[in-house]
Structures are given as structure tokens and as C-alpha cells.
């Protein structure tokens, strides 16, 4: 099992609140990802990284910020969290390799709740 | 923009019936990949295929890369209710991996 950790695992949080997601991977890599999934659906990709000080939006517009200071740490923050917001967000990395691309590693996830 | 296309949203077997599940790209990949989401889980990587024509099997698993590299399928032959989950693909093209939707696999009561 990958070494890929998200706190808070679940979060209720009412509209208008600030709120940060933390993701952490012990495996040294170098490449990170922020995913949106409402449940049973398609993946979202909203911010990935290909390592520090790197940061790259994904195809899903999102209001979302994220930054990468450490190799091993990819928080995600919401300035001003919305009902629209409300959804499972996933946290995945991999290996950087400039010719292919490397199986993902995902965290267990946070399941967020804007009321 | 590029695009991985996967077929059937959902499938619906009894337990003990086969499954598959396609994925077509627009482009031609580099790889595919396929993970596995169970109810309430995340995706868990099951395979990578890179090979023209490569086939791959795991137990009642066969995983499949098309000729020309833009199609790829899974099937499991004789299911059972382990394998209830989402199956994604993902394609690499570009150094990036797209996914496709996934496939539900649901077993009837």
C-alpha cells in the first residue's frame, strides 16, 4: 500500500469559510495531483505538480489554490467554500518521467461538505 | 482536446457472469493504464500496458492494448462480488494521463 496520507478524512464546513486540505506522500515523489470525484463519477483533474515551487492547473476550472514549499506535502485551500464545493476531493502522486507516465498513487481522500 | 472515451457507464451482471469494459482514445497513447475504485475507496492501480497488441492477465483479469494504441479493454471472466467497483482507464499521451469516466460494475442481487 502507497505511503500517500489526506487530513481531514471528512469536513463539514459552512459557506464562506476558508478551508485547507492536506495531502503528504512519503515516497519521494516528484509529481502530485489534486483530483475532484463525486461519488461512483469520473475523476476531475483541478492542480498537479511536477515538483517544487511547481504548479499547474488541470482541466476542471476551480476556485482552489494550491502550492508546493516541500516535495512531500501538496495542500490544497479553498478561500471562500461554496455548497458547490461539496465533493470528494483525492490527492494522488507519481514519479516524473519526461518520455511516459507513472501509475498514481491516491490518498484515501477527504469528503467535503459546504452547508 | 484530447479524450478517452470508456464503455459501458454501468454493467450489470449476475455473479458469475463475465464483464468487459472498453476505452477508445482520439490520439494515439504512449500507455494505459487501469485502476480499480471500490464503493467508498479510491482508485487503486491494477496494470500498465505500453506494447502495440500487448495482453496482460491477472487470475480472471485480461487486460488488452489495441494494435494501432488507441483502444484498450478489460475483461473479467466469471465475476464475483469482489469485484464490485468502478474500473477506469487512463491514457498516457503527453507525459499526462487521461482518464476515461469508468465503469461500474454491479452485480444483481
Known amino acids: 500500500e502507497a505511503d500517500i496520507y489526506q487530513t481531514p478524512r471528512y469536513l463539514v464546513i459552512g459557506t464562506g469559510k476558508k478551508i485547507t486540505l492536506e495531502c503528504s506522500q512519503t515516497?519521494?515523489?516528484?509529481?502530485m495531483y489534486w483530483y475532484q470525484q463525486d461519488p461512483g463519477m469520473e475523476l476531475h483533474l483541478i492542480h498537479y505538480?511536477?515538483?517544487?515551487?511547481?504548479?499547474e492547473k488541470g482541466d476542471l476550472s476551480s476556485e482552489s489554490t494550491v502550492s508546493r514549499i516541500r516535495t512531500e506535502h501538496f495542500p490544497l485551500t479553498l478561500e471562500s467554500a461554496r455548497p458547490s464545493h461539496t465533493s470528494q476531493y483525492l490527492c494522488?502522486?507519481?514519479?516524473?518521467?519526461?518520455?511516459?507516465?507513472?501509475?498514481?498513487?491516491f490518498g484515501p481522500g477527504t469528503r467535503l461538505t459546504v452547508t | 482536446g484530447q479524450q478517452v472515451m470508456q464503455i459501458p457507464q454501468y454493467q450489470h451482471v449476475q455473479e458469475g457472469e463475465d464483464f468487459t469494459t472498453y476505452c477508445n482514445s482520439s490520439?494515439?497513447?504512449?500507455?494505459i493504464q487501469w485502476y480499480k475504485q471500490r464503493p467508498g475507496g479510491h482508485p487503486v492501480f491494477l496494470i500498465q500496458?505500453?506494447?502495440s497488441g500487448e495482453v496482460k492477465k491477472q487470475k480472471r483479469l485480461t487486460f488488452q492494448f489495441g494494435e494501432a494504441k488507441k483502444n484498450s479493454s478489460l475483461h473479467i471472466t466469471a465475476t464475483q462480488t469482489t469485484d464490485v467497483g468502478t474500473y477506469f482507464c487512463?491514457?498516457?499521451?503527453?507525459?499526462?494521463?487521461?482518464w476515461g469516466a469508468g465503469t461500474k460494475l454491479i452485480i444483481k442481487p
Open positions: 494522488a502522486s507519481s514519479w516524473n518521467n519526461p518520455f511516459s507516465s507513472y501509475e498514481q498513487y
Open positions: 515516497m519521494g515523489h516528484d509529481k
Open positions: 505538480s511536477y515538483g517544487v515551487n511547481s504548479t
Open positions: 490520439t494515439t497513447l504512449s500507455n
Open positions: 500496458l505500453v506494447k
Open positions: 487512463a491514457g498516457g499521451s503527453n507525459y499526462q494521463l487521461i
